[in-house]
């Protein structure tokens, strides 16, 4: 396969705090077995799903590149993305939920490049390359559907996490990674589970992240599109999973008209879903995500959305009234007798902007310790600063270079020596700076003139709250990277041997090698891998102008059938495609 580089310009918009996510697809790495199992789904997927996914999922096929016989390469997908306006990357496993976001918002694919094991080819709980490229990539070439991808990225990324939901991530994650490895011991994945458990048990208020992550389950992974009554399928996780995508048009998974509330269900990603919302159409997503926007900090501000800032402990960002945009680890705030932020404060570094740019002067070497600032109108002034004209300032003794005292409605006082002031587009000022400034509410002091220049946010009011830099410039790391990594499979001998007998059939089915006869292969695998199927699948597809080798082969399948009744269906399946040729 040509593994030439296409370059896509999606990928070199992309900021280095995500950059630090993206990974080698190494597509060296995938055996013989891995490309059967990616084949076996592929087909018994494509088979099933042209009577059940929704129109986009065939034709998105062909336009992104996935071949049915060949795990897609990243550099070719992205040649091909990129005539419909997107782009791919390869990730290790899951990443956090607001880089997955962002990612999205860039309209760029996170592909996990691990495939998942034969023992898991049903389903798998850990994010591999059929899910993500067979299961996301097809549906984006609908136009509605990715431009609901991309906004639903953009909102989800301002999303306020929960330190509950750094827990979840964590604990996922492990769990994931442990039952797709193979040298995983019951004692790892038990405690892992029951570790998810407990904090899924946990009875917490779902954050922003939650309910977006609980949207996004319910459309993007599980959504089902039309009528209740006759759905079709264009959630990924649905697409991609050969037994969910049947269990879920049965009479026992229940159907339900799409809507916001969807934010507040709850998922199990250990298990498959006992409800599934269907969207009359894609737009239709559009119009859900809106509404939900319209409920978040993002738009809503106030205290509320300083509060979800402070209890996430992240780098997160407030927009003021004016304009200024304040980054950082927001730590605390004073709320009035009307729960309007009065004064808030940030610990480390913090950044201000303004219409997303970073102030000049004002980036994290700066204000290293933190920024603080009261906010709202003067006492006895019916006027808040940000409104003043030059000649309203005059008249309230605003002047540089001179010393002024003043007091908020709140109480907080300000003494200090005015320096100078930042003004934004329009002319009016967003920030003033005090040297020798002491700021006082009650009998506590905010801000003493030994801890230096003090810059005052001017604003009423915080109409804007949200996770992440307003200029992501302004920090090296805005996202974590998880230290639990992916596990890599070490083969034994027996392993090594089995591989080779793929390899050996996948060069007979391409004509690459075709010196042996697929009876010696037979025989081989009879007498030292037992308990394989895939690889009889192959064989029995390949010999049928062999009558008697293939009915041999069906009755070592059927053997097989009652030895490990687990794969009996798998089995069943495999046998119906290869008849159906």
Same mark, same amino acid.
């Given at each position: 396969?040509?593994?030439?580089?296409?370059?896509?310009?999606?990928?070199?918009?992309?900021?280095?705090?995500?950059?630090?996510?993206?990974?080698?697809?190494?597509?060296?790495?995938?055996?013989?077995?891995?490309?059967?199992?990616?084949?076996?789904?592929?087909?018994?997927?494509?088979?099933?799903?042209?009577?059940?996914?929704?129109?986009?999922?065939?034709?998105?096929?062909?336009?992104?590149?996935?071949?049915?016989?060949?795990?897609?390469?990243?550099?070719?997908?992205?040649?091909?993305?990129?005539?419909?306006?997107?782009?791919?990357?390869?990730?290790?496993?899951?990443?956090?939920?607001?880089?997955?976001?962002?990612?999205?918002?860039?309209?760029?694919?996170?592909?996990?490049?691990?495939?998942?094991?034969?023992?898991?080819?049903?389903?798998?709980?850990?994010?591999?390359?059929?899910?993500?490229?067979? %299961?996301?990539?097809?549906?984006?070439?609908?136009?509605?559907?990715?431009?609901?991808?991309?906004?639903?990225?953009?909102?989800?990324?301002?999303?306020?996490?929960?330190?509950?939901?750094?827990?979840?991530?964590?604990?996922?994650?492990?769990?994931?990674?442990?039952?797709?490895?193979?040298?995983?011991?019951?004692?790892?994945?038990?405690?892992?589970?029951?570790?998810?458990? !407990?904090?899924?048990?946990?009875?917490?208020?779902?954050?922003?992240?939650?309910?977006?992550?609980?949207?996004?389950?319910?459309?993007?992974?599980?959504?089902?599109?039309?009528?209740?009554?006759?759905?079709?399928?264009?959630?990924?996780?649905?697409?991609?999973?050969?037994?969910?995508?049947?269990?879920?048009?049965?009479?026992?998974?229940?159907?339900?008209?799409?809507?916001?509330?969807?934010?507040?269900?709850?998922?199990?990603?250990?298990?498959?879903?006992?409800?599934?919302?269907?969207?009359?159409?894609?737009?239709?997503?559009?119009?859900?995500?809106?509404?939900?926007?319209?409920?978040?900090?993002?738009?809503?501000?106030?205290?509320?959305?300083?509060?979800?800032?402070?209890?996430?402990?992240?780098?997160?960002?407030?927009?003021?009234?004016? %304009?200024?945009?304040?980054?950082?680890?927001?730590?605390?705030?004073?709320?009035?007798?009307?729960?309007?932020?009065?004064?808030?404060?940030?610990?480390?570094?913090?950044?201000?902007?303004?219409?997303?740019?970073?102030?000049?002067?004002?980036?994290?070497?700066?204000?290293?310790?933190?920024?603080?600032?009261?906010?709202?109108?003067?006492?006895?002034?019916?006027?808040?600063?940000?409104?003043?004209?030059?000649?309203?300032?005059?008249?309230?003794?605003?002047?540089?270079?001179?010393?002024?005292?003043?007091?908020?409605?709140?109480?907080?006082?300000?003494?200090?020596?005015?320096?100078?002031?930042?003004?934004?587009?329009?002319?009016?000022?967003?920030?003033?700076?005090?040297?020798?400034?002491?700021?006082?509410?009650?009998?506590?002091?905010?801000?003493?003139?030994?801890?230096?220049?003090?810059?005052?946010?001017?604003?009423?009011?915080?109409?804007?709250?949200?996770?992440?830099?307003?200029?992501?410039?302004?920090?090296?790391?805005?996202?974590?990277?998880?230290?639990?990594?992916?596990?890599?499979?070490?083969?034994?001998? !027996?392993?090594?041997?089995?591989?080779?007998?793929?390899?050996?059939?996948?060069?007979?089915?391409?004509?690459?090698?075709?010196?042996?006869?697929?009876?010696?292969?037979?025989?081989?695998?009879?007498?030292?891998?037992?308990?394989?199927?895939?690889?009889?699948?192959?064989?029995?597809?390949?010999?049928?102008?062999?009558?008697?080798?293939?009915?041999?082969?069906?009755?070592?399948?059927?053997?097989?059938?009652?030895?490990?009744? !687990?794969?009996?269906?798998?089995?069943?399946?495999?046998?119906?495609?290869?008849?159906?040729?």
């Amino acid at each position: 396969m040509n593994q030439h580089i296409e370059t896509n310009p999606l990928l070199d918009r992309l900021p280095q705090h995500l950059q630090q996510y993206i990974k080698p697809q190494n597509y060296e790495e995938y055996t013989p077995i891995n490309q059967a199992v990616w084949r076996y789904v592929m087909r018994k997927s494509v088979s099933y799903l042209s009577t059940v996914a929704h129109d986009s999922y065939l034709d998105g096929l062909q336009k992104t590149g996935i071949s049915i016989d060949d795990i897609p390469s990243m550099y070719g997908m992205n040649r091909i993305l990129k005539e419909i306006g997107w782009a791919a990357v390869a990730v290790d496993g899951f990443i956090p939920p607001n880089a997955f976001m962002e990612f999205q918002a860039y309209k760029v694919l996170v592909i996990a490049s691990d495939i998942r094991q034969l023992e898991h080819i049903s389903y798998t709980p850990a994010p591999d390359i059929i899910h993500e490229a067979a %299961g996301h990539a097809p549906i984006i070439a609908n136009p509605d559907y990715a431009e609901y991808l991309r906004r639903f990225g953009e909102i989800g990324a301002k999303a306020i996490l929960s330190a509950h939901d750094n827990d979840m991530y964590e604990a996922v994650r492990r769990l994931s990674i442990l039952k797709e490895a193979p040298n995983s011991t019951e004692a790892e994945i038990e405690a892992a589970e029951n570790r998810v458990n !407990e904090l899924q048990d946990k009875k917490v208020e779902l954050s922003e992240m939650a309910m977006i992550r609980n949207l996004h389950w319910w459309t993007v992974e599980y959504g089902l599109i039309g009528d209740v009554t006759d759905p079709k399928i264009y959630g990924a996780g649905l697409l991609s999973s050969i037994g969910e995508s049947k269990w879920c048009m049965t009479d026992e998974v229940k159907k339900i008209p799409y809507s916001v509330d969807a934010a507040y269900q709850e998922f199990d990603i250990t298990k498959p879903q006992p409800q599934l919302y269907v969207t009359p159409d894609f737009s239709y997503l559009m119009q859900v995500l809106e509404e939900f926007t319209n409920t978040m900090a993002l738009r809503k501000g106030g205290f509320r959305g300083l509060r979800k800032l402070i209890a996430s402990k992240k780098i997160g960002t407030i927009e003021l009234s004016t %304009g200024l945009q304040v980054s950082g680890v927001f730590t605390e705030m004073i709320t009035n007798e009307d729960n309007e932020v009065v004064f808030f404060r940030t610990e480390g570094p913090t950044a201000l902007s303004n219409r997303e740019k970073e102030l000049i002067g004002h980036g994290v070497l700066t204000h290293p310790h933190g920024f603080s600032s009261p906010l709202g109108k003067l006492k006895g002034i019916n006027l808040a600063i940000e409104d003043m004209s030059p000649r309203d300032l005059k008249a309230y003794n605003f002047y540089d270079g001179e010393r002024i005292a003043f007091e908020y409605e709140s109480g907080i006082k300000v003494e200090g020596l005015n320096v100078t002031g930042i003004r934004n587009i329009y002319g009016k000022l967003i920030l003033i700076q005090f040297t020798d400034c002491t700021v006082i509410y009650k009998d506590r002091i905010l801000f003493k003139p030994e801890y230096g220049t003090f810059d005052l946010a001017l604003g009423k009011k915080v109409v804007s709250a949200y996770a992440g830099a307003a200029d992501y410039n302004s920090f090296d790391a805005l996202h974590f990277k998880s230290e639990t990594l992916t596990v890599k499979i070490e083969t034994s001998k !027996e392993d090594q041997d089995l591989e080779a007998l793929y390899a050996k059939v996948r060069d007979f089915r391409t004509g690459k090698d075709t010196a042996f006869t697929l009876a010696s292969v037979f025989e081989k695998l009879t007498k030292q891998h037992t308990n394989d199927w895939l690889l009889l699948i192959e064989l029995y597809e390949l010999t049928n102008n062999q009558v008697d080798l293939q009915q041999q082969i069906l009755q070592r399948l059927q053997a097989i059938q009652t030895q490990r009744p !687990e794969v009996a269906q798998l089995i069943t399946d495999g046998i119906d495609l290869v008849d159906k040729i």
